[in-house]
Nanobody, 121 residues
Framework: QVQLVESGGGLVQAGGSLRLSCGVS??????IGWLRQAPGEERDFVAL????????DYADSVKGRFTISRDGANNTAYLQMNDLQPEDTAVYYC????????????????WGQGTLVTVSA
């Protein structure tokens, strides 16, 4: 089955930046995206992109601060996170799915183990 590995998480102060990476073993799904789960909270949608790169979507909470991108040749997606705030603290997961709506219903073909992002005030 397709495997995903996230990396790039860490500890950063408010206002700082991090870039997350997600390596995918095979391009078997149309979309790749990011979800996050804060301590004690449900998993929330963050951003998605199709492998062609012409379709993108972001959660309102990250618009203008986060940028999703992909490198199809290297089977890798990225999430550039700027102006991080304490409320961005969460485990960030990469996931792939065949339909846009799957990211709203959490119906993924596969997802990774997550990478922890901690933003201090």
């Amino acid at each position: 089955q397709v495997q995903l590995v996230e990396s790039g998480g860490g500890l950063v102060q408010a206002g700082g930046s991090l870039r997350l990476s997600c390596g995918v073993s095979a391009l078997t799904s149309y979309y790749i995206g990011w979800l996050r789960q804060a301590p004690g909270e449900e998993r929330d949608f963050v951003a998605l992109i199709n492998w062609n790169g012409d379709i993108k979507d972001y959660a309102d909470s990250v618009k203008g601060r986060f940028t999703i991108s992909r490198d199809g040749a290297n089977n890798t997606a990225y999430l550039q996170m700027n102006d991080l705030q304490p409320e961005d603290t969460a485990v960030y997961y990469c996931a792939v799915a065949n339909y846009y709506s799957d990211f709203k219903s959490n119906q993924f073909e596969a997802w990774g183990q997550g990478t922890l992002v901690t933003v201090s005030a």
